[in-house]
């Protein structure tokens, strides 16, 4: 059964338990008849925005919408069994395989917003939405994604691009990662300098960001794939 099949009897039997039809289900999440009836027959697959309403509607976590029993496959994930855990307070991300393309794995990546000093990233204030990606291999570790504005680091990180970070205090230098200043979250490459950490921009038009101790700044985490939405 590929991904499309299972979402679609997933939600006909949310509803069936329900006892919703679809206009009710489309008055209550505020989306079209159609949608939802594309959704139930398997014609589409919902995004992620619409996976988190029908999450937060029926009171379950994204990844019960999308795994057939029994695809949990990973130490890293939401316990799919315990229904009165919202995917929003997850902390972790959920990592399923994908049943119709072996090698393959789905992951459910929040997407943080402002982030302050001396919360937990994954905080549930932080979390905007969340993603789902693909991965040819089993991700490790805790990540979250970033929505990035601006062109600092075009060509390789396109204006409106979704960023994903492996949550980690360091990374090598050179290497892409995302750093905290005050309450804002940035991308640049990591350049150390003696006791100086340059945050390097791609775009040769924008100066580089000096961190030192009258400037500090904390690395979050590494970005390990880019993706941005085609419109």
Same mark, same amino acid.
């Given at each position: ?50 996976? %988190?309403? !029908?999450? $937060? +509607? ?7 919408? @999308?795994?057939?029993? #029994? ?60 993603? %789902?990606? !693909?991965? $040819? +291999? ?7 994604? @970033?929505?990035?504005? #601006? ?81």
């Amino acid at each position: 059964m590929n991904l499309k099949s299972v979402f679609s009897k997933n939600l006909q039997d949310l509803m069936a338990k329900r006892h919703e039809n679809v206009k009710e289900l489309a008055e209550s999440i505020h989306v079209a008849d159609s949608t939802i009836s594309d959704w139930k027959l398997g014609k589409k697959m919902a995004r992620s925005g619409g996976l %988190q309403k !029908l999450a $937060d +509607h029926y009171h379950v976590n994204v990844t019960d919408l @999308l795994v057939d029993t #029994g695809l949990i496959t990973d130490d890293n994930k939401v316990d799919a069994s315990n229904s009165s855990l919202n995917t929003k307070n997850a902390t972790k991300n959920s990592l399923f395989s994908i049943t119709n393309n072996p090698g393959m794995y789905q992951v459910s990546i929040p997407v943080l917003g402002r982030i302050a000093c001396g919360d937990p990233i994954l905080s549930e204030q932080n979390i905007e939405e969340y993603r %789902q990606l !693909l991965f $040819d +291999h089993k991700p490790f570790g805790t990540l979250f994604s @970033l929505k990035c504005k #601006g062109d600092s680091m075009e060509p390789v990180i396109p204006d409106g691009s979704f960023v994903t970070i492996r949550q980690q205090d360091t990374v090598e230098n050179g290497q892409m990662a995302a750093v905290l200043i005050g309450d804002e979250a940035t991308i640049k490459r990591i350049k150390r300098v003696d006791n100086t950490t340059l945050l390097m921009p791609e775009n040769k038009k924008y100066d580089p960001i000096v961190l030192d101790k009258d400037h500090p700044g904390k690395i979050i985490g590494k970005v390990v794939h880019v993706d941005y939405d085609v419109l």
